[in-house]
């Protein structure tokens, strides 16, 4: 199975900075015939179920704030909040799609300063 | 819009099944995949298996190989998962969500989850 791991477990940052989660795949999730990197972030926040945010690593899902970007390939990603804003507050997992069973990273919990 | 809704809550006890449904709603069922996915209080994301209903065949975690059954209803756009043989353990929020398929001459591959339900709590308790 292919582990993901993030850091940091959680971070507070001030209102209006920027908020960087780590994601580290144990296996390259790039595709060579696409070159497409098989990895996505998702949102939770309390009470609600799972929001996709990302995909391809990089794609920002329809709807999703500019203040969000994927970046990364192979096995080293990020997910960049460029802004913080109030309503950011949640855990944030990486997934990988490359092949079942599919896997999240262990989340990172995004706390306001 | 896609809408994915569950089954409500259940309170089982420990050796009995749980039968979760999943209505799907607001886009063509059959051309998606769905996957079971459950998070135990306080803790992250488990994927449990999934189908693509049009496909028929339902792919499982080695984890749950041989107590997960998942399912789905074309006529009715529903997808279902029964989870056997429960213990404490099982207590969980289970989501199911719609799965991105896209068809390789008669492959069908699956890609990330767009749509989630709303979830619903299994409590295994004596």
């Known amino acids: 199975d292919v582990v993901m791991t993030q850091s940091p477990d959680s971070l507070a940052v001030s209102l209006g900075e920027r908020a960087t989660i780590n994601c580290k795949s144990s296996?390259?999730?790039?595709?060579?015939?696409?070159?497409?990197?098989?990895l996505a972030w998702y949102q939770q926040k309390p009470g609600q179920p799972p929001k996709l945010l990302i995909y391809?690593?990089?794609t920002r899902e329809s709807g999703v704030p500019d203040r969000f970007s994927g970046s990364g390939s192979g096995t080293d990603f990020t997910l960049t909040i460029s802004s913080l804003q109030a309503e950011d507050v949640a855990v944030y997992y990486c997934?990988?799609?490359?092949?079942?069973?599919?896997?999240f990273g262990p989340g990172t919990k995004v706390d306001i300063k | 819009q896609v809408q994915l809704v569950q089954s409500g809550a259940e309170v089982k006890k420990p050796g009995s099944s749980v039968k979760v449904s999943c209505k799907a709603s607001?886009?063509?069922?059959?051309?998606?995949?769905i996957s079971w996915v459950r998070q135990a209080p306080g803790q992250g994301l488990e994927w449990m298996g999934g189908?693509?209903?049009?496909?028929?065949?339902?792919n499982y975690a080695q984890k749950f190989q041989g107590r997960v059954t998942i399912t789905a209803d074309e006529s009715t756009s529903t997808a279902y998962m029964e989870l056997s043989s429960l213990r404490s353990e099982d207590t969980a929020v289970y989501y199911c969500?719609?799965?991105?398929?896209?068809?390789?001459?008669?492959?069908?591959?699956?890609?990330?989850?767009?749509?989630w339900g709303q979830g619903t709590l299994v409590t295994v308790s004596s």
């Open positions: 189908i693509i209903p049009i496909f028929g065949t339902a």
């Open positions: 391809w690593a990089s």
């Open positions: 296996q390259s999730l790039l595709y060579s015939s696409n070159n497409k990197s098989y």
């Open positions: 969500t719609r799965v991105v398929v896209l068809w390789f001459g008669e492959t069908p591959v699956e890609y990330y989850f767009d749509y």
């Open positions: 607001g886009g063509t069922f059959s051309s998606y995949g």
């Open positions: 997934q990988q799609y490359y092949n079942t069973p599919f896997t």
